[in-house]
């Protein structure tokens, strides 16, 4: 499961679920203002994908040219929701005007409406406190693994780790990819977290996904940290970095 970082996560998904509540309970009852609801909803998609979907594309190397991959997210976003709109506008007789009055029926639907986006509510709720938990033991650890990659201590943060990343890369490889990364682009100056993860498998056993905007000294670095949950500490399961300083020739 991902989840956005921070309080503004939460409450935007508490925005967008009770704004389906209330589309799904307009269009059950064929309300003319669903329909209205409707057409911001579309909108709001098209907005939330050129966002995800073009930040992703202006972040390809510069090989591959990121503004031909940013204008094809946008065709694309622009080509589906097109065809949504047309498909949407011809709903518009589905809608009859509805009496001012609700029924008792009518109320006791919305009640339930509204049930279930406060079960969301909580939901979410929960799911925030539990990622400020691991977060409070992962910030540590992401700060301990650049302090030992600016010391080139990078054997040192391989034996640290979890047993899983020692199982399938090799301590020559992980050490040649630390050592090159410190090389080219230097030193960690500053982090900003912008993604959190967080799976839960069987056996209670919990992997904690992080990825950070890092400014190093020769330029800038998508970094992602793969974290296992030991109870009071995490060990590091994986690590990537993107970056075109890295790809550069």
Partial sequence: ??????ILAAIWLLVVALMYAVEFYGIHTKAPFAWKLGWVILAATFVGFLLGAGSAALEVPEADDPRVAFASVLAI?????????????????????QSPSITKAGKKELAIVFGIAALVLAGVTLLERQTDTYLKLTSPAVEQFHAQLAAGQYAAIYE??????????AEAAFVDLLQSVHQKLGDVHDSHLNRTGIAW????????????????????????FVWQDKGNR??????????????AK
């Fill in 1 to 6: 499961m991902s989840t956005g970082h921070g």
């Fill in 77 to 97: 976003g622009a080509v589906v929701s097109v065809y949504w709109g047309f498909w949407w506008k011809r709903q518009r007789a589905y809608f009859t005007a």
């Fill in 160 to 169: 640290e780790a979890d047993e899983t990343l020692r199982k399938k890369t």
């Fill in 201 to 224: 498998h069987s056996k209670q056993s919990v992997t904690i996904s992080l990825n950070y905007e890092t400014k190093f000294t020769y330029g800038m670095g998508t970094e992602q």
């Fill in 234 to 247: 995490v060990t590091l399961e994986g690590y990537q970095i993107r970056s075109n300083v890295l790809t």
